[in-house]
Structures are given as structure tokens and as C-alpha cells.
């Protein structure tokens, strides 16, 4: 059920009344991106939910779908998602129970480890995204999503992320 006022702006005006008002509106941008983003997750795992894999399981399939060989260094995924070691090794481990993906020697460094996508790992990755474009990507919400891109994007520049 929708609230009556939006809590985002009512905080800033806190923020305001308390003599924060320098800070008001990057509070309010913050609280907003945070509760964004739990929005927007919601209805992802929402519809990846019937794929019984998570989002953070679904970027691991498609990053292997688009790789060259439909296979990655369990290193090189990490470094992509721009997560630890130990989330990539979590979603593989979860991903190869569900048969999805395979690890595999790496042919040329035994001190590595290729994580491979299986033809149902494939299917998956087809068929979730499918869903995904239609049930969330083609609408996000937002007017103008290129330009939310273009915002975020500059923030994450600035934050040293790319």
C-alpha cells in the first residue's frame, strides 16, 4: 500500500529544519538511489525467481553467454562483476549444483580454474533474459533511461569505478 507522503522528501525537510540544508539534497539523492535499488532488485528476483537463480547467479550465466568460448577464468569473473572471490565462488558453486555451469581445468595455467556455461545454463541465460526485457528492462520506471545511465555513470566515474 502506498504511503501518503513520500518519506525521501520528508527526511530532507528534516534535514532542512535541523540545519542540514547543505546536505539535504544529497541525503535525499542517496536514500533515493538505496531505496531505488531495492525497488528495482524486488522485481528482478521477482522474475528470476522462476528460474530459481538469484541476480547475482544470472550475471555470472551471462557474462559466460557472451564471453568468446561460453567460458571464463573464475578471476576474470570477478574482476567483471567487481565483486570478491568468495561471491563469485558462492554463485558458482550454486550455479554448477543447479548444473548450469561446469568448471573445468584452464588448458594453459593449472593454477586456474575456467568456469564453463552447460547447454542448460544456456537455456536458462536465454529464457531469463527473455523475461527480464520484457517484464522489467523494456520499462524501468523511469522517462528517460539513458539519461538515468548517463547520471549514474558519471557518479560512478567519479567514484573511481571505471
Known amino acids: 500500500m502506498p504511503l501518503s507522503q513520500d518519506p525521501v522528501a520528508q527526511a530532507r525537510q528534516h534535514w532542512i529544519d535541523h540545519g542540514w540544508g547543505a546536505a539535504a539534497d544529497g541525503m535525499a539523492a542517496v536514500t533515493s538511489l538505496m531505496r531505488a535499488q531495492q525497488i528495482v532488485l524486488a522485481r528482478v528476483e521477482g522474475v528470476l525467481k522462476g528460474f530459481e537463480i538469484s541476480f547475482a547467479r544470472y550475471e555470472v550465466l551471462m557474462l559466460l553467454f557472451f564471453s568468446k568460448h561460453g567460458s571464463l577464468p573464475m578471476r576474470v569473473i570477478g574482476q567483471r562483476l567487481q565483486v570478491h572471490p568468495t561471491s563469485v565462488t558462492n554463485a558458482v558453486d550454486r550455479l554448477e549444483a543447479?548444473?548450469?555451469?561446469?568448471?573445468?581445468?584452464?588448458?594453459?595455467?593449472?593454477?586456474?580454474?575456467?568456469?564453463?556455461?552447460?547447454?542448460?545454463?544456456?537455456?536458462?541465460?536465454?529464457?531469463?533474459?527473455?523475461?527480464?526485457?520484457?517484464?522489467?528492462?523494456?520499462?524501468?520506471?523511469?522517462?528517460?533511461?539513458?539519461?538515468?545511465?548517463?547520471?549514474?555513470?558519471?557518479?560512478?566515474?567519479?567514484?573511481?569505478?571505471?
Open 98 to 162: 543447479a548444473g548450469l555451469v561446469a568448471r573445468r581445468p584452464h588448458p594453459t595455467d593449472r593454477r586456474a580454474t575456467l568456469i564453463e556455461l552447460t547447454a542448460a545454463g544456456r537455456d536458462v541465460a536465454v529464457r531469463a533474459t527473455a523475461a527480464l526485457n520484457s517484464e522489467v528492462f523494456a520499462d524501468v520506471g523511469v522517462a528517460d533511461p539513458a539519461a538515468l545511465v548517463e547520471e549514474i555513470a558519471a557518479l560512478r566515474a567519479r567514484a573511481g569505478d571505471f
